[in-house]
């Protein structure tokens, strides 16, 4: 089962460091940076970019798993990290993330 055919769970477990590796070899456009993990994606304009965000917003609520959002003119910034396994990585950032980039890769990217 991937990613993308997976849902966020309520009281998701940390992730291991191992595992971690393994869901980021998934993800090759994120990245890591100490409890969390980021990517950037960039837009034609700024109309593209809040269709981006309201897609997201969409996805989060769904998925009841929120990213944390740096909204620019022709960018945007998704950071993860799950907030009730202390802060740490679970499966739910390595889910959401997968969705975010299926999303971007429909058409509301670049």
């Not at 994606?41 to 740096?70: G, Q, W």
């Not at 907030?83 to 980039?101: E, M, P, Q, R, V």
């Amino acid at each position: 089962m991937t990613l993308l055919d997976r849902h966020s769970v309520h009281g998701a477990p940390a992730l291991d460091a191992a595992t971690i590796a393994a869901r980021l070899a998934e993800l090759p456009d994120w990245q890591a940076a100490g409890s969390s993990i980021a990517r950037d994606y960039r837009f034609a304009d700024y109309r593209a970019t809040i269709a981006f965000v309201n897609a997201i917003a969409a996805m989060a609520e769904s998925e009841n798993h929120h990213p944390d959002m740096l909204v620019g003119y022709r960018h945007c910034t998704l950071t993860y990290t799950t907030h009730s396994a202390g802060n740490a990585l679970s499966d739910n950032d390595f889910i959401c993330a997968a969705k975010a980039d299926a999303l971007y890769a429909q058409g509301t990217g670049a």
